[in-house]
């Protein structure tokens, strides 16, 4: 009869504690990017049609917005390593959900362009710091070591937040604008419910982070520290793409819902498409860990990239429900796992001083790419009548950032 060996049971039950509490950990400081991704950034487009009519604008006015979003993104991550060395990342996670948050309740108030704009802005910046500085902190989460969930699965589950933002905000935002007040109050009850919504999201991810060491020690000695931002530059081709991935990505998550609102959707099957779109990034977001941890260089962005790119396709080529269902589960289910896979090669590739400044840099290509991309589509969308040849556009910059992945080589990080 085989004996069952217990030499060693409390140090199996203290591995077990440790996977859990790394797994919650991961799981409340997804909340940050529920906000930062799925209400600050992809919950305007529920609002948009609604916004758009009430307001008048066009769809380039329209897509402005999401620029000014954008363009606060790009402004945060570029003060995020300032702000992250000077306050410390857990605190700048904590200030800048904050500040994101009550961005996206003010909104509510505001009827002026201007007032937007601004308020996008302010939005964007709070958000990419809160989305570097958690980041970071779900990359300190685990070591990798037996027992241990890998880094990949860790950053899938943190950035699977970004999911469930998108389906809570869909089962939410257009039952109401259907449903609700007129359509003036309406839309900014949406504002407020999402601005509450991350307000509580808050304090879980607050809490979660508060449970971290801290990890933002200034660098000591100007030349280590000149060594770590030039070692990012190796990873240039995977920069280009985070870039291109940008550009295309946000323009289908920005006019999307409005292309299904041309097409006679209504409400239940817009909240439909939007809840599986968000399902589907939070169920698979850690599923894709294992694919990331076994590929090497840009191949994992590549894969990744070019799922998005046909889920990005399909309803350009079908007017169907069934096709924009199927969108919804391909984007959904790959969309965040390229951040996920941006984020393990940084921590692959790079020493661990030198992550938040290649984490940074990743979002500062990322959000320049989607400075251009809502604009630029809804201006060709305007032009030529229809936001199918703007979204097109999109899809074809998806497909270029996958061939430009291909060029990223392994630069694994010598420890």
Same mark, same amino acid.
């Given at each position: ?19 859990? @509490? ?23 487009? $529920? ?38 060395? @000077?306050? !410390? ?12 948050? #009550? ?72 039952? $109401? ?11 900014? #009850? ?11 999201? #808050? ?7 508060? @449970? ?14 000149? &060594? ?17 991935? !940008? ?48 590929? @090497? ?21 079908? &007017? ?9 589960? #391909? ?50 969308? &305007? ?6 040849? !703007? ?25």
């Amino acid at each position: 009869m085989t004996r069952v060996s217990t030499d060693n049971p409390s140090g199996i039950d203290e591995q077990k504690v440790r996977r859990r @509490r790394i797994v919650w950990i991961a799981l409340a400081l997804s909340l940050g990017p529920a906000v930062t991704l799925g209400l600050v950034r992809f919950a305007y487009a $529920l609002l948009l049609p609604a916004m758009r009519d009430d307001l008048g604008w066009t769809y380039a006015l329209a897509g402005g917005i999401n620029t000014a979003n954008a363009a606060g993104y790009l402004a945060g991550a570029l003060l995020a390593a300032p702000i992250t060395n @000077r306050l !410390g990342i857990r605190r700048s996670f904590v200030a800048a959900l904050l500040v994101a948050a #009550l961005a996206l309740l003010v909104s509510g108030l505001a009827t002026a362009y201007a007032a937007h704009v601004v308020l996008r802005i302010v939005a964007g910046v709070g958000g990419a710091i809160a989305f570097v500085s958690g980041g970071v902190l779900a990359a300190h989460a685990t070591s990798g070591r037996p027992g241990e969930p890998s880094p990949a699965t860790v950053l899938g589950l943190y950035y699977g937040g970004g999911g469930f933002g998108i389906l809570v905000s869909g089962l939410v935002v257009p039952p $109401l604008l259907e449903f609700g007040p007129v359509a003036p109050v309406a839309w900014r #009850l949406g504002w407020v419910c999402i601005g509450v919504m991350s307000l509580i999201s #808050l304090l879980v991810a607050g809490s979660a982070a508060r @449970r971290l060491p801290e990890s933002s020690e200034p660098t000591e000695g100007g030349g280590r520290e000149d &060594d770590a931002d030039s070692s990012v530059w190796k990873l240039a081709p995977a920069l280009v793409a985070y870039f291109l991935f !940008g550009s295309g990505y946000i323009a289908y998550m920005t006019f999307v819902v409005a292309l299904l609102g041309d097409r006679g959707a209504g409400a239940f099957e817009i909240s439909i498409f939007w809840a599986l779109l968000g399902l589907a990034a939070v169920v698979s977001a850690p599923l894709w860990g294992p694919v990331i941890e076994n590929l @090497r260089g840009g191949r994992p962005l590549a894969t990744v990239t070019s799922v998005v790119a046909v889920g990005a396709i399909l309803p350009l080529i079908s &007017d169907g429900s069934i096709a924009a269902f199927v969108s919804a589960v #391909l984007f959904g289910g790959s969309f965040l796992a390229v951040v996920t896979a941006t984020t393990a090669l940084v921590r692959h590739s790079l020493p661990a001083r030198a992550w938040p400044a290649g984490i940074a840099l990743f979002t500062v290509c990322f959000a320049a790419g989607q400075c251009a991309g809502p604009l630029a589509s809804g201006l060709i969308s &305007d032009y030529f009548g229809g936001l199918k040849v !703007g979204l097109s556009l999109s899809a074809g910059i998806l497909i270029v950032g996958a061939l430009a992945a291909l060029a990223q080589r392994d630069a694994k990080h010598g420890m």
